[in-house]
């Protein structure tokens, strides 16, 4: 039997329909009709000589033994496409005349306005947009296009789109106003769980269902981590907070560290994300070195302010 050479458009057409579980839900993806999303499988087939999904007793398509040894063949063309249109864009674009950078609101202040001052310096000429997100907020504007860079997250799903790199970490840490019942020594197990936690919240769907260190079924969702940190130095609830934007409140008291059991303090790793076909020029892969070196030069000790005897 001669086989036939599928296209690269079939080839993203099986991906698809592998990814999303469905014809329909592919041809919304890709902004095509369920016919010619059908169509380009049958004809990816018929090149192969194989069957790639069941389609018979399920509502759903279920890839085959044929189907699942080809996905990762199929995969490696289409990533190998991709790489190699995102080099030619860059071929032809040389600098890039614009970036746009959203990033975590949990990254530094600091950091973000000392590697801006010297972008400015080393590209006079380059346009930057700024956008600050909280959690899957980021991932959604990477992905919605408004972005050509993200710093953002560890709640941030992995996703076949996106390329990602660790730049650093934020310490998180418990804090409440000194005078709130948690801010007591010898806190025992479960008592977090009776007290309100303030807790910041998503502006998008993508980190739905997943939480990032909630004790208590008693929580206020906010998407400004400013209002946050208002309200925990008016005494109302407690919750983590980044270290750096708590530093001046710990050492005057304003806030305390908590002690308690769970110990739900965490390191909030950074990472920057692009798109896959969008690879980053020269002046965006100096904004992620430059963040990451940033980063770790604000790494250190910090003082130690903890609850109250």
Known sequence: MKLGEPSLDQLRIFLAVAEEGSFGAAARKMGRAVSAVSYGVAQMEAQ?????????????????????ALLPEAMAVTDGVDTLLAKSRSLHAGLESEVSLVVDVMLPGEVTAGVLREFRKMYPNVALRLQVEALGAVEACLIGGGADLAIGGPLMADSAELERQAVGAVELVPVAAPDHPLARAGIKPGQSRKH??????????????????VLSPQNWRLADLGAKHALLKEGIGWGNMPRHMVRGDLEEGRLCLLDLPEKPGANYTLSALW???????????WLIDAIRDRLAACEGVEPSVTARP
């Open 48 to 68: 192969l000589g194989v069957t790639l999904f069941e389609r018979e007793g399920s509502r759903r398509p279920v890839l085959t033994d044929d189907g699942k």
């Open 196 to 213: 309100l936690q303030l807790v910041l919240s998503d502006r998008s769907p993508l980190s739905e269902g997943r939480e990032f260190s």
């Open 275 to 285: 798109r896959r076909d969008a690879r980053p020029g020269p002046a965006t892969s």
